[in-house]
């Protein structure tokens, strides 16, 4: 009992903060019903940081207060669980598991070293720009777990000296995790909080009546022209800050390479299955840059999954038990509760909040604004998932956006792009995550290069806000 009850504290806490606020008047200027929505919020952020039950059952939970606390229609809220973000975070999670089922993590770490040479940081320069290319189209989580083996077999091929390895290791790792995080903001596609936030934008202030709002519904090929450049221009940056931070006495990876050959070499050449699932997975990407605002990209994601298992390179079970269904139930939840913020008006009390806070600094609009959401956004991110983190923040800046006068395509696209900045820590990003399953990585690391990677980012996005969105109609 005594250690359910330790186990279980931050769940038992959150209700008692829950039940102070349902007794508690209601603040001023805000509805009853919009107080409730505050409170699920409050206690889905409490959870969603402390995990003291799982989170799909935190995603449960907001959907039963939904029903409960606010005395909605069971079936307005299941319709309101499934939007195109949805389906599409569930496809690109399918078509995850597809491309790693083909295991061809040998085959590009030759492809990688063939183009870079063996010298130790041109491979990890390659396999930071491989990683982020990939990444920034089918989510940091499945590159991140199909470069691990990349640069495992090239440490174990390295040295068998332990303290080198870890050096090295640092060096490769990172690469692979920040690159990830840095690319995810590049399209759509690579992250399920850019789809949220597309979503939002839709939701909040599109009207099929009137043309002039069609700038907020922002297609595949549109986000990448406005986030794509600023993944690009962090990339190289990124590189100079791990290889001053972290340095290796192993300069030249020249008899890893040559092992690695002959591993690869033993396995013969790519098969007919490889090149089918490289050609449904380029078809997959021209859909979503090409058609995608027809038909909507989450359309596009369950096509391409589709593909893949009508042609036989994956099976149903390896997609059923490869796929964090979880996942999707939570984006789902999460993504409901916002459009609850919006409609009662909670989003807008919180964002007047935020506006007399910052006003006395001179930060309640311009690039002070901007300035602002990003560090409150890459504090949240910082404590859990980056989709979450928009999902909880995105009605907020918004209303903010539409209290001010700013732009709210500038605002949430600011918003969605800083919740890659979670450089600090282990679970900031799932490829963070991924990497540090290695054993190699220390905590500290984290932390000893996450400030510099912050404000490089910041300096970045904050310059591409002023200097670049300008010139591309943002």
Known sequence: MIHYLREKRWFLITLVIQAVMLIAPVPEGISPEGWRVLIMTAGATILFVTEPIPLPAVALLIILGQVF???????????????????????????????????????????????????????????????????????????????????????????????????LAVLLLFSISYACAMAGIGTPSGGARNAIMIDYLRDFFYSADDPAT????????????????????????????????????????????????????????????HYLAIALFVLTLIGWVGFSSKVGMGTIAILGA????????????????????????????????????????????????????????????????????????????????????????????????????????????????SSAFAYFTVIGTPASTIVHSSGYLRPSDFMKVGWRMALMSFAVMLLASKLYWPLVGL
């Open 69 to 167: 606390l606010l005395g909605l229609d069971s079936s307005l809220v299941a319709s309101s669980l499934m939007k195109d973000s949805v389906l599409f975070i569930m496809g690109s999670l399918m078509l995850a598991v597809a491309l790693v089922k083909q295991k061809l993590d040998k085959r590009l770490a030759l492809l990688i070293v063939s183009i870079t040479g063996s010298n130790t940081y041109n491979i990890a320069f390659g396999i930071s720009v491989f990683s982020g290319l990939l990444a920034s189209f089918i989510g940091e989580h499945t590159v991140a777990a199909m470069m691990l083996p990349v640069a495992l077999s090239l440490l174990q091929l390295a040295t068998d000296d332990d303290n080198k390895r870890r050096a």
């Open 214 to 273: 069609s700038q907020f519904r922002v297609s595949y090929f549109k986000w990448m022209v406005y986030a794509y450049p600023v993944f690009l221009i962090q990339l190289p940056l990124m590189h100079l800050i791990l290889r001053r931070t972290f340095k290796t006495e192993i300069t030249d990876l020249g008899p890893a390479v040559e092992k690695l050959k002959a591993q690869v070499g033993g396995e013969g050449g790519l098969t007919g299955q």
């Open 306 to 417: 589709t593909l893949f298992l009508v042609t036989g390179l994956v099976r149903w079970q390896d997609i059923n038990t490869g796929v964090n269904w979880g996942v999707v139930l939570l984006y789902a939840a999460a993504i409901s509760l916002g459009v609850q913020m919006r409609d009662t008006g909670a989003a807008a009390w919180v964002a007047g909040l935020f506006m007399d806070g910052l006003a006395p600094l001179g930060m309640d609009r311009g690039i002070g604004l901007l300035a602002a959401i990003m560090l409150l956004t890459t504090l949240l991110t910082n404590t859990m998932s980056n989709g979450a983190a928009v999902a909880v923040l995105g009605p907020i800046v918004l209303s903010i956006a539409m209290a001010t006068g700013s732009n709210p395509l500038a605002v949430g696209m600011i918003t969605a792009m």
